[in-house]
């Protein structure tokens, strides 16, 4: 991150209020001097437990451990990335962002013609097009919902209308509504229904149309991929349904478009459609920052749904989740279920009756197949192989296919085990467990002393929490100052901090890092609870801190020295290992004597 990008987040924080920013969507009340309290978003509570703090510029759940500064409240509430937080916040600010400039401009224009598009497609929304929607049964609050329209049959309809509103073709075209043959423009949607795709932010970023003619081919056509459209990154009807999957802890995914329209209308609120054949990763990671703790797969029923739900599962973020798939009575699509009077009752039964991960893998590697012939055993466990393989340890979905084929196969686990042994020994993968860490090597990791290892993250937390203090612009510089006064050893938390910064990520990224990694709830529990000082003390708090880290290095060194010396006879070793562990003991009473004066 360069320092104008630096200047402009601290810029971005100035003008926008941490308190202003969550009391949009949280009901805060006074709690002490420049702290708020309100009942945390991002789980239920009767009790207020999530607290804003103005001077730090901060908010945290103490129940949930949710939290950070705007930037990363804004990503976990909308579900966005950082990128996308920083941006809306710098437009909603004023404040430029000096490294976005030429791509953010061109982004802006793209997002402006597809909104021109939309309101022209909305405008054309009657006759044929509007009674086959409400054939379809949909009402005109859930056409309004998702914004559906028509794009008229003419060639050149929405290529005069951008011409009359200042666009261009070629801009039009790059934007993903026009086409282009032999130097002619023309629309590239024609006699169809439209459905806007929306990303994380509600924003037009392409469209799918549905052909109304039964000979016009394909039956949806979509917009091609662009800088601000990938099919990969979307899912349809998120922004609709954001609020319901955090709310109800789940999230239906279904294929069609219409299904998703059909099931926010009979209720079924937390639905969303993939825009490929499957689930991605990408779509994956965007229901879980909506905190999606279940995922009901709602797929088709025939060989393509089957495969698409079987990709879906094989996810390795799909392992975050409580996965099920939901087979509807007679293979009927959920926007079936529209037109027939107890729909509601039937998708709801559905989603009851729907198979867990386990039961639905193994009926579809059995299906077909007598579970008494050995051949077809055979054929069972190798469809199930690629799950049952895992390098997981403790991976629940294998335990329980690992017991559901021990009892339908019959089969003994010492058969089983030896058969997947062979399966890992075949594809060049140990077996779970087979190579223990040696002792020696647990303790040169310096995790031979639990003590001591909780107590370092401690004292490591007081000097980030210090570092987070100081302005963006200054951020990189006493992080550095830090690493050359206390050299944190490979593998410890402020070795890996230090990295990131000097990764010049930002504070706000560095931050989202150590989410990911496992200990960013325990750093904003820092952040918030460490006292409030006067900048200008920054260097004297850093030095009282840094001894104290560089106090349990060294105490972690003794351990480690104490170890080797009760394993070793040798003389000489252990003159040398004595005389090391003198020395230890003087660097550790020499830091003392730097925070206790």
């Known amino acids: 991150m360069d320092a104008q990008t630096a200047q402009a987040i601290e810029l971005i924080r100035s003008r926008m209020p941490?308190?202003?920013?969550?009391?949009?969507?949280?009901?805060?009340?006074?709690?002490g001097k420049g702290t708020w309290k309100g009942l945390c978003p991002f789980h239920q509570e009767k009790t207020p437990s999530f607290q804003v703090n103005e001077t730090k510029g901060l908010c945290y759940c103490f129940g949930c451990k949710a939290g950070g500064d705007i930037f990363a409240f804004l990503q976990k509430i909308e579900g966005i990335e950082f990128r996308e937080a920083l941006e809306r916040l710098a437009q909603e600010t004023g404040v430029e962002l000096p490294q976005y400039k030429g791509r953010a401009s061109a982004r802006k224009e793209a997002l402006q013609i597809l909104e021109l598009t939309q309101t022209y497609f909305r405008s054309h929304l009657g006759g044929e097009a509007l009674q086959y929607l409400q054939?379809?049964?949909?009402?005109?609050?859930?056409?309004?919902?998702?914004?559906?329209?028509?794009a008229p049959a003419s060639r050149d309809g929405l290529l005069k209308y951008l011409h009359a509103q200042g666009v261009s073709p070629q801009e039009a075209l790059e934007a993903g509504v026009l086409m282009e043959r032999e130097g002619r423009f023309f629309d590239r949607f024609r006699n169809r229904i439209t459905f806007p795709i929306q990303d994380a932010l509600g924003r037009t970023v392409a469209f799918t149309a549905r052909a109304l003619a039964q000979d016009d081919h394909p039956k949806y056509l979509n917009s091609p991929e662009t800088a601000l459209f990938k099919k990969s990154l979307l899912l349809y009807g998120y922004p609709q349904a954001r609020a319901a999957i955090r709310e109800r802890g789940r999230a239906v995914v279904v294929e069609g478009l219409f299904d998703v329209i059909a099931l926010h209308q009979m209720g079924f609120s937390e639905a969303v459609a993939v825009l490929g054949s499957s689930l991605s990763a990408e779509q994956a990671h965007l229901l879980k920052r909506a905190d999606a703790a279940e995922l009901y797969l709602a797929f088709d029923a025939d060989e393509a749904g089957r495969k698409a739900t079987l990709q879906s599962l094989n996810l390795e973020i799909a392992r975050s989740f409580v996965v099920y798939a939901v087979l509807l009575e007679g293979g009927k699509d959920p926007g079936d279920l529209l037109l027939v009077p107890d729909g509601k009752v039937r998708f709801e039964a559905a989603l009851n009756a729907a198979l867990p991960e386990v039961e639905y893998r193994f009926e579809v590697a059995a299906s077909g197949l007598d579970l008494r012939r050995p051949e077809h055993k055979q054929k069972v466990l190798e469809a199930l192989k690629p799950r049952l393989v895992s390098s997981e340890p403790f991976d629940r979905v294998v335990e329980k296919l690992k017991a559901k084929v021990i009892g339908a196969l019959e089969l003994s686990p010492r058969a089983l085990e030896d058969y997947l042994a062979r399966a890992r020994f075949a594809a060049g993968r140990p077996t779970p467990g087979a190579a223990p860490l040696r002792t020696d090597r647990v303790a040169s990791l310096g995790l031979s002393r639990p003590d001591l290892t909780e107590k370092r993250l401690l004292r490591e937390l007081d000097v980030i929490a210090l570092l987070?203090?100081?302005p963006e612009e200054e951020f990189v510089q006493w992080a550095l100052y830090v690493e050359d006064h206390t050299w944190p050893p490979e593998g410890s938390l402020l070795a890996d901090f230090m990295q990131a910064a000097r990764s010049e990520q930002g504070k706000?990224?560095?931050?989202?890092?150590f989410e990911q990694r496992g200990e960013g709830a325990r750093l904003i529990d820092v952040l918030m609870k460490s006292p409030s000082f006067d900048q200008t003390n920054l260097e004297a708090h850093l030095t009282v801190a840094m001894a104290r880290v560089r106090e349990v290095y060294y105490e972690m060194r003794l351990d480690k020295l104490k170890t080797q010396l009760k394993s070793t006879t040798d003389l000489d070793e252990i003159r040398a290992l004595t005389k090391d562990i003198q020395e230890v003991l003087q660097a550790i009473e020499a830091e003392r004597r730097v925070y206790k004066r």
């Open 18 to 31: 941490i308190q202003e920013l969550v009391g949009r969507y949280v009901a805060l009340k006074p709690s």
């Open 135 to 150: 054939a379809r049964g949909l009402t005109p609050e859930s056409i309004e919902q998702f914004g559906l329209g028509y």
């Open 468 to 470: 987070y203090s100081v």
């Open 508 to 513: 706000s990224r560095i931050l989202k890092h």
